[in-house]
């Protein structure tokens, strides 16, 4: 039901109070449920960010164990070059370069946590705007409520 016309309401201004009664409670309980829908989409939209962060932490992880795994192997070669040429791996040169392999493995690590909080960085702004958008397009109760109840109070003068 919406507004009651002025003829209505001279007829029987009980029901026309009525009508806009009913018009108050169709606002209300519509931006009720569209702020449900608005609070549903906000919590999907961090649901959302929470995977791509656990999705760019599982591939960080990954990563740094294959690195990891990387450098082990690049250290057990040059340990055993090292050895069969009769070389100490911790002594000289060949102690220089197996500090170079951990040197390196170590700014590569560095440049994908840079690289992960980036990312988190991002996701962070993005869910922030996301969520700024939902709210923006929330519908103002109050204002709907106040809009429908001046209606009813003006319908009442207009009715006595």
Same mark, same amino acid.
């Not at 806009?20 to 169709?26: A, E, K, S, V």
């Not at 106040?146 to 003006?154: H, I, L, M, P």
């Given at each position: 039901?919406?507004?009651?016309?002025?003829?209505?309401?001279?007829?029987?201004?009980?029901?026309?109070?009525?009508g806009?009664?009913?018009?108050?409670?169709?606002t209300?309980?519509?931006?009720?449920?569209?702020?449900?829908?608005?609070?549903?989409? %906000? /919590? !999907?939209?961090?649901?959302? #960010?929470?995977?791509?962060?656990? *999705?760019?932490? =599982?591939?960080?992880?990954? &990563?740094q164990?294959?690195?990891?795994?990387?450098?082990?192997?690049?250290?057990?070669?040059?340990?055993?070059?090292?050895?069969?040429?009769g070389?100490?791996?911790?002594?000289?040169?060949?102690?220089?370069?197996?500090?170079?392999?951990? %040197? /390196? !493995?170590?700014?590569?690590? #560095?440049?994908?946590?840079?690289? *992960?909080?980036? =990312?988190?960085?991002?996701? &962070?702004?993005?869910?922030?705007?996301?969520?700024?958008?939902?709210?923006?397009?929330?519908p103002d109760?109050?204002?709907?409520?106040?809009?429908?109840?001046?209606?009813?109070?003006?319908?009442?003068?207009?009715?006595?």
């Open positions: 039901m919406g507004a009651a016309t002025p003829a209505f309401a001279a007829v029987n201004p009980w029901l026309a109070g009525a806009m009664g009913l018009g108050l409670l169709n209300v309980v519509g931006a009720g449920n569209a702020n449900a829908a608005a609070d549903a989409q %906000a /919590d !999907a939209l961090r649901q959302q #960010a929470e995977n791509q962060r656990q *999705l760019a932490q =599982r591939q960080f992880d990954m &990563d164990r294959r690195r990891q795994s990387q450098l082990d192997r690049a250290s057990a070669r040059a340990r055993a070059s090292f050895g069969a040429r070389l100490s791996a911790t002594d000289g040169s060949a102690g220089a370069l197996l500090d170079g392999l951990e %040197a /390196d !493995a170590g700014e590569e690590e #560095a440049d994908a946590r840079s690289l *992960l909080d980036h =990312r988190r960085r991002g996701l &962070d702004a993005g869910l922030a705007a996301s969520l700024q958008r939902v709210d923006a397009n929330r109760l109050l204002s709907a409520s106040a809009r429908t109840a001046g209606q009813v109070n003006q319908l009442l003068r207009w009715a006595k």
